[in-house]
T-cell receptor, first 116, second 116 residues
């Protein structure tokens, strides 16, 4: 079992709709969770992080965390063509989330395509 | 530009040659990470530093790979006797590493290595 699992996609969503990206992780001790966006040929760009159960909103993006189910999701509202990219879920496997120095484990990413 | 920088951006080498990459983190960040990414995969952790101390190294990393961060600022990653399987994007990231941080990591543009 992979430590961080994502559906590779591609996920095709019409412009203006909500895109929903999902991620599961295996380490129950994981404390902080990240979503990165990566355009083709570019490096990952941090767009959201979350560490408490529930929802966290930032503009058109909402991250959702359910530690009991070991599940993280990212919702993108009012999807735009510029949102077309690969979205990487990443998990900090440190002993403690606060000021943790441990590595981040990435999933393989979900390719999102917004169709006009 | 106060982001993470990497040099060179592209490197083509012949099998068996040594290569060295450089990473300059965000100036106030004391943690520095190296990752490798191949097509269709998420970044794979290689090693990380807190200041000048190398705190963790991936078990997947062969002894042909070595990294340094001698003064706790920039870091170098050297690959000796390169193999075609070393062809990948090598990514550097940095994080604040102080109280109040959940280890949000910010990536540089990457160095794309091609081994012929």
């Amino acid at each position: 079992q992979k430590e961080v699992e994502q559906n590779s996609g591609p996920l095709s969503v019409p412009e203006g709709a909500i895109a929903s990206l999902n991620c599961t992780y295996s380490d129950r001790g994981s404390q902080s969770f990240f979503w990165y966006r990566q355009y083709s040929g570019k490096s990952p760009e941090l767009i959201m992080f979350i560490y408490s159960n529930g929802d966290k909103e930032d503009g058109r993006f909402t991250a959702q965390l359910n530690k009991a189910s070991q599940y993280v999701s990212l919702l993108i509202r009012d999807s735009q063509p510029s949102d077309s990219a690969t979205y990487l879920c990443a998990v900090n496997s440190g002993l403690t989330g606060y000021s943790s120095a441990s590595k981040i484990i990435f999933g393989s990413g979900t390719r999102l395509s917004i169709r006009p | 530009d106060t982001g993470v920088s990497q040099d060179p951006r592209h490197k083509i080498t012949k099998r068996g040659q040594n290569v060295t990459f450089r990473c300059d983190p965000i100036s106030e960040h004391n943690r520095l990470y190296w990752y490798r990414q191949t097509l269709g995969q998420g970044p794979e952790f290689l090693t990380y530093f807190q200041n000048e101390a190398q705190l963790e190294k991936s078990r997947l990393l062969s002894d042909r790979f070595s990294a340094e961060r001698p003064k706790g600022s920039f870091s170098t990653l050297e690959i000796q006797r390169t193999e075609q399987g070393d062809s990948a994007m090598y990514l550097c990231a940095s994080s604040l590493g102080l109280g109040g941080s959940y280890n949000e990591q910010f990536f540089g543009p990457g160095t794309r290595l091609t081994v012929l």
